[in-house]
T-cell receptor, first 109, second 112 residues
Framework: QQPVQSPQAVILREGEDAVINCSSS?????VHWYRQKHGEAPVFLMI?????EQKGHDKISASFNEKKQQSSLYLTASQLSYSGTYFC??????????FGKGTRLHILP | DAGVIQSPRHEVTEMGQEVTLRCKPI?????LFWYRQTMMRGLELLIY????????DSGMPEDRFSAKMPNASFSTLKIQPSEPRDSAVYFC??????????FGQGTRLTVV
């Protein structure tokens, strides 16, 4: 089952914050977040494991609510380099990653 | 490590021709995935191998698609015969168990 991401697209001004949500209808073992720039491959941002801690890197952090089977990605004080498409990927314990359709983020100067 | 290596980077072929996409995963990774990316459907999982064995091929669209992994360092995705609706970017990714996946640069396939 493909996870559902929201919103589909976001336009921000540099310095503003954004939240991207990901939800699944299945019990999850882990949630992955990736960012893809136009014409490039998806690049790993972070992984959240069942029972694990909230992860963070610089001004990008994420949370994982196991009971609700939901994850959120938080982008704080966005920079121009944050532009791209963000994908959440979910694993339900069988080690395969199913991706959502992505959220397009565009940062304006 | 050079990362996941895919070839070719671009492929243009005529409808009805056979197309073979190739992937070399990162050494030591025991899982390999083939994904297809289009604007409409996003990143679709086509097939997943674990220790060279196909585990889940439920995402393979039809019998025209086949994938093999003869050893731990090589996999192919074949489309025969190809159709215009197969045009997409095909990504190969590899990972160790319960860690992040690393993607190759993709093969942009155009079927005319």
């Amino acid at each position: 089952q493909q996870p559902v991401q929201s919103p589909q697209a976001v336009i921000l001004r540099e310095g503003e914050d954004a939240v991207i949500n990901c939800s699944s209808s299945k019990a999850l073992y882990s949630v992955h977040w990736y960012r893809q720039k136009h014409g490039e491959a998806p690049v790993f941002l972070m992984i959240l494991l069942k029972g694990g801690e909230q992860k963070g890197h610089d001004k990008i952090s994420a949370s994982f609510n196991e009971k609700k089977q939901q994850s959120s990605l938080y982008l704080t004080a966005s920079q121009l380099s944050y532009s791209g498409t963000y994908f959440c990927g979910t694993e339900d314990g069988d080690d395969k990653i199913i991706f959502g359709k992505g959220t397009r983020l565009h940062i304006l100067p | 490590d050079a990362g996941v290596i895919q070839s070719p980077r671009h492929e243009v072929t005529e409808m009805g021709q056979e197309v073979t996409l190739r992937c070399k995963p990162i050494s030591g990774h025991n899982s390999l995935f083939w994904y297809r990316q289009t604007m409409m459907r996003g990143l679709e999982l086509l097939i997943y191998f674990n220790n060279n064995v196909p585990i889940d091929d439920s995402g393979m669209p039809e019998d025209r698609f086949s994938a093999k992994m003869p050893n731990a360092s090589f996999s192919t995705l074949k489309i025969q015969p190809s159709e215009p609706r197969d045009s997409a970017v095909y990504f190969c990714a590899s990972k160790r168990e319960y860690t992040e996946a690393f993607f190759g640069q993709g093969t942009r396939l155009t079927v005319v």
